[in-house]
């Protein structure tokens, strides 16, 4: 069964330091998703594209944090500088081309988990 | 997208039906109920969805009032690896991909 793929699985790092996630979606997902979860709350989008172009990053905190998925497949979060409250999961989620299957069923990866010190 | 409230936590013994209720009494009619777990540790998964009749898949069935204000989720026979947070969240299909809004779920815990 095709699965969501990201790296690294945890990531430690001392904060003002610049740390960068990647996620590869199901073969064929035209819709990504970057998440961020806090412990003990739901999971909060950070940003969405649809294709190679983002379609809402409107909590995304734009002054430290960029993504991008230049070829329209798999993608990359940064964050520079790294901040104490910015100790969460990341997740990457993806959906099928709308218009294929409703509706959208979103498959998550298994997160990566962010430790700043 | 409606808001939804869900019970903080329960408990269920195993191989006994789980039922776990949503309010979303600002629904939209156009707006579907979608039920996503998370596993300890691992990225949410999905369930199952309907907009207004029952539906039943191979892991759970999904029961919605007929004024479409609540809904129950029902895993007909939990085992220790049903234990998860459930979320309930209603949504839009617009034709295009949207967001989850996810609140802080139910926090099932199942026992022997």
């Known amino acids: 069964e095709a699965e969501v793929a990201q790296s690294p699985r945890y990531k430690i790092t001392e904060k003002s330091q610049a740390v960068a996630f990647w996620c590869d979606p199901i073969?064929?997902?035209?819709?990504l998703y970057w998440y961020r979860q806090i412990l003990g709350q739901g999971p909060e989008l950070l940003v969405q594209?649809?294709?190679?172009?983002?379609?809402?990053d409107s909590q995304l905190p734009k002054d430290r944090f960029s993504a991008e998925r230049l070829k329209g497949v798999d993608s990359t979060l940064k964050i520079q500088p790294a901040e104490l409250g910015d100790s969460a999961m990341y997740l990457c989620?993806?959906?099928?081309?709308?218009?294929?299957?409703?509706?959208?069923?979103?498959?998550f990866g298994p997160g990566t988990r962010l430790t700043v010190t | 997208d409606a808001k939804t409230t869900q019970p903080t936590s329960m408990d269920c013994a195993e191989g006994r039906a789980a039922n776990l209720p949503c309010n979303h009494s600002?629904?939209?009619?156009?707006?579907?109920v979608y039920w996503y777990r998370q596993i300890h540790s691992q990225g949410p998964q999905y369930i199952i969805h309907?907009?207004?009749n029952n539906e039943t898949n191979e892991m759970a069935s999904l029961i919605i009032t007929e004024d479409r204000k609540s809904s129950t989720l029902i895993l007909p026979h939990a085992t220790l690896r049903d234990t998860a947070v459930y979320y309930c969240?209603?949504?839009?299909?617009?034709?295009?991909?949207?967001?989850?809004?996810f609140g802080t779920g139910t926090r099932l815990q199942v026992m022997l």
């Open positions: 969240i209603v949504r839009v299909e617009t034709g295009t991909a949207s967001k989850l809004t």
């Open positions: 073969s064929g997902h035209a819709t």
């Open positions: 600002t629904i939209s009619g156009n707006e579907y």
């Open positions: 309907g907009l207004k």
């Open positions: 989620a993806s959906s099928s081309r709308p218009g294929l299957a409703l509706p959208y069923e979103q498959y």
């Open positions: 594209f649809q294709d190679e172009s983002v379609v809402d």
